[in-house]
């Protein structure tokens, strides 16, 4: 079992900026893919970014060019930057890795992010 941790979360203006990161505990060996998604009241759980071990990345088209997701394997370490957040990014930001052979899922505890307009 891989334990996530996110951190970073908060409250920002619209148009504003904030860099979500998620610490892993175990070895990035183990890790195929790391992820964010995120869950606004009353819906369902929405990927938002994804990495692989070998860095390639995939988008949920509401955030593509508005958010990065990056990843530090050394440090078992994966960020998301959002600039330019809007409302309707207000949601709790789940951390998600992928893990052995299975890609078993392990979820972090969420951090919340809220933007006012």
């Known amino acids: 079992q891989v334990q996530l941790v996110e951190s970073g979360g908060g409250l920002v203006q619209a148009g504003g900026s904030l860099r979500l990161s998620c610490a892993a505990s175990?070895?990035?060996?183990?890790?195929?893919?790391m992820g964010w998604y995120r869950q606004a009241p009353g819906n369902q759980r929405e990927l938002v970014a994804t990495?692989?071990?070998?860095?390639?990345?995939n988008y949920a088209a509401s955030v593509k060019g508005r958010f990065t997701i990056s990843r530090d394997n050394a440090k078992n370490m994966v960020y998301l930057q959002m600039n330019s957040l809007k409302p309707e990014d207000t949601a709790v930001y789940y951390c998600?890795?992928?893990?052995?052979?299975?890609?078993?899922?392990?979820w972090g505890q969420g951090t919340q992010v809220t933007v006012s307009s």
């Open positions: 175990a070895s990035s060996a183990s890790i195929r893919a």
């Open positions: 998600n890795a992928k893990v052995g052979l299975a890609f078993k899922d392990s």
């Open positions: 990495i692989t071990s070998g860095g390639s990345t």
